[in-house]
């Protein structure tokens, strides 16, 4: 059976997502855990929506992952493993690891390639008066910043475009995305919340894409240059790729089940070999 | 001249408030980074509106200092005092402390007395689907809680009473205070906020109360049994503290300038001996 789990983490001591030799990684954590939780006899291979890098936080990460229907728990009566994973994976998790639910899914759902758009948000202050319970999943930034400038200048990327510009250099791949949102806000308190969507990202697209956008609200760059900057279709050694630790994938969004499959081809024969979902 | 100081701070890593020997305190690190950038041959003594003790955060401490109308900053120029503060003193305080303003008060002006009222709240979650990017100011409860329970155990607290019931025991000072709100609230993400609202507060009162209104939450207390303990008037050892990182200090109230001394005297002559304000 298929199942998706949704999950939420604190990225700080996470040497992000993917799993490495000898690093506490996020899936290595939760294939782990699972494994354990469930008496398997290897870790189980998860697919996830966003492989977010070192220090990347989620609150709305999605996971799937194949499994037997039913399982052999500790006290010998054998349990849907949906039941069992919900009873004890979230306590077998260490504390900055959050299960938000478990799921049976359809066979076609697939957590990375049916996945219709990814909602992120980067946060950052830019002024003194910041509020420190913030600081591990925000950044302080020491110059202040014309969120106007930034809004104006996020407008034109909006689109179906080529956001190799924007993007850390992979072999392969294609680096054109939609572009659904670019939305800098200033929050009541002063913390500046840019909410980046598209269908999917490239490797590091969000935290250059915020690098660009801050340049501008700071004014070292005219409003036109992100554009100019896209549309040159080259990586500028001069874009300044933000702190991992501002960034949190929020939400990812499906299709009704009627449609998982279809997506997922969609996505596959355009993203295919990319780097990065 | 006074100065009043708003600050914010991450308790995380401090063993409170008050300055101790050989411990890193928000006291100890506010008045010595002031002597360091102001070079003053000793820290000032700083006066602040709610001790908080090891862990507890804030986001509304106030605090207040008196010190020479002009300073002599590094660079030969003379420069009055709260400018120079507000220029240096955010960048030279550790991340986990924010100054939120710095401003000259009225010598009349007591952070501790003048204060009108003290608003808390304490954070906590009753699910595993927590939001792990809070846990450093909020506490996971491993039972549900009912909030209506606690909200209706929560309403014959309201008003001035004896706390003592509710307070860690010390020899000195009155445990008389006015409590004005005490509102269990779940937020939309399920997080359970409970807000409390005094003129002040004897030691542990707001950790000793939530404590009391989570038992009738979950179901071990009746709801009227807050009240019954509270009459009791001596403090049982079956109350239970609630841990110090889910709280925070939110908001400090004062009367207009007017007022102050008015106010200051007032509760002076109350609470005077007070081991907590």
């Not at 006899?41 to 996830?48: F, G, N, Q, R, S």
């Not at 054998?78 to 690891?97: F, H, N, Q, Y």
């Not at 700071?218 to 001069?238: E, K, M």
């Not at 994938?249 to 295919?272: G, W």
Request: proline content about 8%.
């Amino acid at each position: 059976m298929r199942i998706r789990i949704d999950l939420a983490y604190d990225g700080t001591d996470f040497s992000g997502w993917a799993r490495q030799p000898a690093r506490r990684t996020v899936q290595s954590t939760l294939e782990d855990t699972i494994a354990q939780v469930l008496r398997l006899p290897k870790h189980p291979a998860t697919i996830c929506a966003g492989r977010t890098d070192a220090g990347v936080h989620a609150r709305g990460q999605v996971v799937h992952l194949d499994l037997d229907d039913m399982i052999q728990p500790p006290r010998g009566e054998s349990l849907p493993t949906v039941e069992g994973l919900r009873r004890w994976l979230p306590r077998a998790l260490p504390d900055d690891v959050a299960v938000q639910s478990i799921d049976e899914a359809p066979p076609a759902f697939d957590a990375r390639f049916s996945a219709l758009k990814r909602r992120y948000v980067y946060r950052l202050w830019d002024c003194p008066a910041f509020d420190p319970l913030t600081r591990r999943f925000s950044v302080t930034y020491p110059h202040s910043l014309n969120v106007e400038a930034m809004t104006e200048a996020a407008q034109p990327l909006l689109g179906l475009r080529d956001f190799v510009a924007f993007c850390k250099p992979k072999d392969t791949g294609t680096s054109i995305r939609t572009l659904m949102e670019l939305s800098p806000q200033r929050n009541p308190n002063g913390m500046i919340e840019i909410t980046v969507t598209a269908d999917a990202f490239c490797h590091s697209m969000v935290r250059c894409l915020v690098g660009g956008l801050v340049g501008v609200g700071r004014g070292l760059r005219d409003v036109t240059w992100i554009t100019t900057h896209l549309n040159s279709g080259r990586r500028a050694n001069d874009v300044v790729v933000m702190p991992a630790h501002g960034l949190t994938l929020e939400e990812v969004t499906y299709p009704p089940s009627e449609h998982l499959e279809e997506r997922a081809n969609q996505a596959k024969a355009r993203r295919d070999e990319s780097p990065q979902s």
